[in-house]
């Protein structure tokens, strides 16, 4: 009994390990959560960096799965990613904690701006938004990092093959770039494509998971026919799109892909792992449920539109495909038109806070709802109580419906289609995460626009900073924590120093 009670002891040493891990694990969560500008995707590599390379909490390949997971599931997907490594880690409690910490810091911030600022409202997001700057050219030249190390280390898998996920990461690339190519160059041009995260992502994995089990000619021809007459069919080009040939191309394509990864289950000998599936996706599942319950019982006691909050408040994370700008237009749907927030105060008030700050934007957005809505209701301590509220649903629905799809990829990762997914997944993510890059450099310009500053001097203070802050990352491997800060004092610089032709 001594070595077992005694603070020496394996049992005791044990648990200081795993208690020190978790909170290793919770501070890295806060400080990416605090430094989270640009939306879910460009935290990929942030994420990487921090838990992969510089705390070897999880390895790459576990991250992987975790970060194919979140890119195929609708919510928060930082949040998801998080509550994936904290699982690893440290079970429920891990999950529950990491998930929790990298929402956070947006989600407080949020409602404490919401909450404090009043006539000092301007002044304070205006100062927001010149740091915002300085953050957005380190978020470019994190992501262009990642495509770099992709890139290095696609050539190591042989001539042919770096070729082909070059080609692919291109391909990924155009496909879901064309709306902010077009806006940086100034065309007022509709996009040809128009295609969401969601729809490449699809068509990427039905195009793995169909070629998978062969490429076989007839294979390579009815999988390009069919990806073609996908693409074709939803452009806007009026002598090829069809809505309904869209729709139903999707709908045989999906079919397809899961009856290739079916095929691929049988092959790896793993289909009586579903019932340990099932088990364990259902006590994760009441896990979720609980943690909503327990931060928001104060909530569902005192205000009685509680329980409809938090049906639309999960609802709205269903749908919460394509990133926060999508996420946008839903959360107007349910709660602008549907009378929780007022259109004034959504969009004059929460909508710049969230834009302005790091974190998830569904996470920022709902837990502001929260605040707004219950403020109006009954006073600060009800708008206190919604936003716990809608903080806990955020969390909780991200982690949840991510948590079923990650547990899929945990059980049956020796899946034949599961080890191509791993294989291509890099130069997919990598494709997308150019497409952010740009989309930062545009957030940056129209930022600086609001800030009355030349669009030229925007630009160029972007690609400046985010060519200092690659060099120190990639080819020095200084910590990330010096760019980020020469990043964020140059922002706010420009404040102080003025700049010509910006008033």
């Known amino acids: 009994m001594e070595h077992i009670i005694s603070q020496d002891g394996p049992v005791w040493q044990g648990a200081r390990r795993g208690y020190g891990q978790l909170m290793r694990l919770a501070g890295s969560m806060l400080r990416i959560g605090a430094i989270g500008f640009g939306g879910g995707n460009a935290l990929i590599p942030v994420i990487e960096a921090e838990v992969v390379q510089r705390g070897q909490l ?16 609708p919510g928060a ?3 998801e990613i998080a509550a994936g490594i904290g699982q690893r880690l440290g079970g429920f409690p891990g999950m529950l904690l990491a998930a929790a910490m990298m929402a956070l810091p947006g989600a407080l911030l949020t409602v404490l701006i919401l909450s404090v600022l009043t006539g000092e409202q301007g002044a304070a997001l205006q ?12 978020i470019v030249s994190l992501l262009l990092a990642y495509v770099l190390k992709t890139l290095a280390a696609t050539q190591q898998a042989g001539a042919r093959t770096f070729r082909a996920m070059c080609l692919v990461m291109l391909a990924v690339f155009l496909l879901s770039s064309e709306k902010n190519l077009y806006a940086l160059l100034g065309w007022q041009m509709v996009p040809l ?9 699809g068509l990427s994995f039905f195009l793995i998971a169909f070629l998978g089990k062969g490429c076989s000619r007839s294979n390579i021809v009815l999988s390009g026919g069919l990806a073609l007459l996908f693409l074709l069919s939803g452009s806007h080009m009026a002598s090829f799109s069809s809505p309904a040939v869209h729709e139903a191309v999707g709908i045989l394509m999906a079919v397809l892909g899961l009856r290739a990864v079916f095929r691929s289950f049988q092959l790896g ?4 792992g579903i019932r340990h599936f099932l088990q364990a996706a259902g006590r994760e599942s009441v896990v979720w449920l609980a943690f909503t319950a327990l931060l928001s019982l104060p909530a569902l006691l005192l205000i009685p539109q509680s329980v409809s909050y938090l049906g639309q408040g999960f609802l709205s994370s269903l749908l919460s495909f394509g990133g926060g700008d999508a996420y946008l237009t839903i959360a107007d749907g349910l709660f602008v038109q549907g009378g929780t927030v007022t259109a004034a105060d959504f969009y004059g008030q929460l909508v710049p806070v969230a834009n302005a700050l790091p974190g998830s934007i569904l996470c920022k957005i709902l837990t502001g709802i929260g605040y707004l809505a219950g403020f109006r209701l009954g006073g600060v301590s009800w708008g206190l109580l919604w936003s716990l509220a809608g903080f806990a649903v ?10 079923l799809v990650a547990r899929l990829l945990r059980t049956f990762h020796d899946v034949p289609v599961f080890r191509q997914i791993s294989l291509w997944v890099r130069p997919i993510i990598s494709g997308l995460l150019l497409n952010v890059a740009l989309s930062m450099v545009r957030t940056n310009i129209e930022t ?21 802050c690659l060099y120190a990352i990639h080819y020095r491997r200084l910590p990330l924590a010096l760019p980020m800060l020469l990043a964020a004092v140059s922002g706010l610089g420009v404040a102080l120093i003025g700049v010509p032709g910006s008033m």
């Open 58 to 73: 999880v390895t790459k390949r576990d991250y992987e799965e975790d970060v194919i997971a979140a890119c195929i599931t």
């Open 77 to 79: 997907l930082p949040v």
């Open 127 to 138: 100062g927001i938004r010149y740091v915002s700057l300085g953050l957005g050219a380190f």
């Open 193 to 201: 494509f128009n295609l969401s995260v969601l729809s490449v992502l």
């Open 269 to 272: 000998g793993q289909t009586g």
């Open 394 to 403: 955020s969390v909780a629905a991200s982690g949840l419906i991510f948590g």
């Open 448 to 468: 600086g626009s609001s800030l009355l500053l030349p669009s030229g001097f925007v630009f160029l203070l972007t690609m400046g900073l985010a060519a200092i």
